[in-house]
């Protein structure tokens, strides 16, 4: 089964940024579509970014213009390239993979990292 692990989190100041890499333990397939998604304390986790094989991407409207994703398919990893960060991105960072086999949808997960906005 696929692992995915994620790096890059930690403690910055508002206005300052993070660079979170997820890293695939095995090749993704070319139909796969990679994302960032966030849980804040005593809130649902939400979808922070995806980007598909074609590189198409979409933002949560909270991030937009301040956070950027990317993928590098050779090195089987996804990145979210941070910027102006607020308190209010104070979560866990979750890594997702979405694959279908078969054509049934699958969700893979990667074990999450913190990110803490404070002064």
């Known amino acids: 089964q696929v692992q995915l692990a994620e790096s890059g989190g930690g403690l910055v100041q508002p206005g300052g940024s993070l660079r979170l890499s997820c890293a695939a333990s095995?090749?993704?397939?070319?139909?796969?579509?990679m994302g960032w998604y966030r849980q804040a304390p005593e809130k649902e986790r939400e979808l922070v970014a995806l980007?598909?094989?074609?590189?198409?991407?979409t933002y949560a409207d909270s991030v937009k213009g301040r956070f950027t994703i990317s993928r590098d398919n050779a090195k089987n990893t996804v990145y979210l390239q941070m910027n102006s960060l607020k308190p209010g991105d104070t979560a866990v960072y979750y890594c997702?993979?979405?694959?279908?086999?078969?054509?049934?949808?699958?969700?893979?997960w990667g074990p999450g990292t913190q990110v803490t906005v404070s002064s």
């Open positions: 095995e090749k993704t397939f070319s139909g796969d579509a």
């Open positions: 997702n993979l979405k694959r279908r086999i078969f054509g049934k949808p699958r969700d893979y």
């Open positions: 980007i598909t094989s074609g590189d198409s991407t």
